[in-house]
RNA sequence: GGCCUGUUGGUCAAGCGGUUAAGACACGGCCCUUUCACGGCUGUAACGGGGGUUCGAUUCCCCCACAGGUCACCA
């Protein structure tokens, strides 16, 4: 049988980290089997809609790559694909449910609700239905309903016995139908809950692996439930551990946690984002690390996911991008880096390319771009102690004398390539007997103002040109006089 | 509070009755080296606690502790 699976997600207006987690596996889970990947946009709480929040949805997916199958943008076989646009048909089905006695009208107000709840003793509320409208007679439900009564649908919740249902990831899991309340499947402004729906559109859809947070798993059984009153044979479950920020907090974009847009804007790319949540909870069979997508989908296996919440590490994920870039070839991380780039060396006689391809292997995020380049725009202001390196052997005074006199050798340099002045200057080391560093140390310095740089005296000498570079010497010869 | 679930180094994690308890990130050291970075080598560091079962438990069972989830006309 084809696995289908689904992601359904509500339109926020962001993409959450571990909702693009669930989607990733919910995307491996079918496809390492050849299976099909569905989007369905879950927008049953009209309270909480955000306007232009399903192109996120949209936009994230396909820059992740996560193509999906069948969805409102793209159709399908079982559309509608918005739960809104369904409407029709979870009322049809409720009903259903009520005529088969599965489900009952219920018009309690919500005062009458307020006054079932019970407290605990740190004083949150909970609270169980009393059936107080399951013993309504048929003429009174006529009644009510031809008066106009706000109504909501419930399930009947059988009041004992046991439901067990298995979970992909946590195994056999059983509850008292006892703990179990009569849910609303229809509220009272005729959209679905979300439970309801789900299991609905699951069902219609054909979805065969039912993939989401681990939030669920005490709602589960309601849901086995509920494909037991329809007849229907439930799905796959597979619920997923959370993503956290730290031992006892979920990830929240409220506390500050970065969404996926914002790791984005930060200077993370997308492949290491999804390859570093890939592995936040779950585990390749071999010790592989750097996946591509496709890599990940053939190497995917339902076994290596994890029951357990994971933290999410930044400093990880930044390890894993700065992978990423030493792994580009040097076209594509230019095209990648070349915007920042412009935007932080004003000297148009910089070679952005050349600055580029120093960057690739000292960077960690694009952001961290700036920072790195500022020299080649001016040069810092820089302390002479700058010039004092204790593993160069280097102090004021043979800093020095390297710069004049490297001075005239770099000055009657024809060709201005790095090959050419290595040559010239690795010959004056030579002529005047002293350590590499001796000389080097103090021309990087004069060049960079800066304790690091991205490359050394001669790399910075060569992007920097011959003129700008002599004119720092000459600007170091001075400070140290 | 009831019910459900989880607990291997600081973090991600492998392990599925017998291992010197992998690997990665981070951190420290060394090497390479014209700085930094890269690369290479290397070090510190873990099975929540208590009972069982067993010749033998990180692995199986029970209890406890801690943490999380859930008990909505939110998803």
């Given at each position: 049988m084809e696995i289908r699976t689904r992601f359904a997600p509500s339109p926020t207006g962001y993409m959450h980290i571990g909702n693009l987690r669930t989607a990733l596996y919910e995307y491996l889970i079918a496809k390492s089997k050849g299976g099909k990947f569905i989007l369905r946009i879950e927008d049953t709480d009209q309270g909480r809609m955000v306007l232009g929040s399903v192109d996120v949805i949209y936009k994230t997916l396909?820059?992740?790559g996560l193509k999906h199958d069948e969805g409102p943008d793209i159709g399908g076989d079982?559309?509608?694909?918005?739960?809104?646009?369904?409407?029709g048909i979870y009322m049809e089905y409720a009903l259903k449910l009520v005529e088969s006695g599965k489900a009952y009208y219920c018009f309690c107000t919500k005062e009458r609700l307020e006054s079932l709840k019970e407290k605990n003793d740190e004083g949150l509320e909970f609270s169980r239905y009393d059936r107080h409208c399951l013993s309504l007679s048929k003429d009174e439900i006529e009644e009510n309903l031809k008066a106009g009564l706000p109504f909501v649908i419930r399930q009947k919740m059988p009041t004992e016995g046991k439901t067990t249902f298995n979970d992909m990831v946590y195994g056999d899991i059983t509850v008292e139908n006892s703990e179990?309340?009569?849910q609303i499947l229809i509220k009272s402004d005729g959209f679905p809950t979300y439970n309801f729906a789900n299991v609905v559109d699951d069902h219609l859809m054909n979805i065969?692996?039912?993939v989401r947070g681990s939030e669920y798993l005490s709602s589960t059984p309601k849901y086995n439930l509920l494909y037991d009153a329809f007849g229907w044979t439930a799905p796959e479950y597979v619920h997923l551990p959370p993503v956290m920020r730290d031992a006892q907090h979920k990830l929240s974009k409220r506390h500050g946690d970065k969404s996926f847009e914002d790791l984005i804007e930060d200077g993370y790319i997308p492949e290491a984002i999804i390859n570093y949540i890939a592995l936040l909870g779950w585990s390749p069979e071999d010790n592989q690390e750097i996946f591509t997508l496709d890599e990940l989908t053939k190497s995917f296996k339902l076994s290596g996911l994890?029951?357990?919440p994971s933290i999410f590490d930044i400093k990880k994920l930044a390890w894993m991008n700065s992978e990423y870039f030493k792994n580009m070839d040097e076209e594509k991380f230019f095209t990648i880096a070349k915007d920042k780039l412009a935007a932080s060396i004003n000297n148009p006689l910089i070679d952005l390319k050349k600055v580029s391809e120093l960057l690739k292997t000292r960077l960690e995020t694009l952001n961290q771009i700036p920072e790195l380049v500022d020299l080649f725009d001016e040069l810092p202001e820089y302390e002479n102690e700058l010039y004092e390196h204790k593993k160069m052997k280097t102090n004021l005074?043979?800093?020095l004398d390297s710069l004049v006199s490297c001075l005239p050798v770099l000055e009657s340099l024809k060709s201005w390539d790095i090959a050419s002045i290595h040559d010239a200057i690795m010959a004056l080391i030579e002529e005047k007997g002293i350590k590499n560093g001796q000389m080097l140390w103090p021309i990087r310095t004069a060049l960079s103002g800066k304790p690091s740089s991205p490359g050394g005296a001669f790399e910075l000498a060569e992007i920097l040109g011959k003129e700008e570079t002599i004119k720092l010497i000459k600007k170091g010869i001075k400070k140290l006089n």
């Open positions: 396909k820059t992740t079982y559309g509608p694909y918005v739960q809104s646009q369904r409407m179990l309340d009569d065969t692996h039912v994890s029951k357990s005074e043979n800093s």
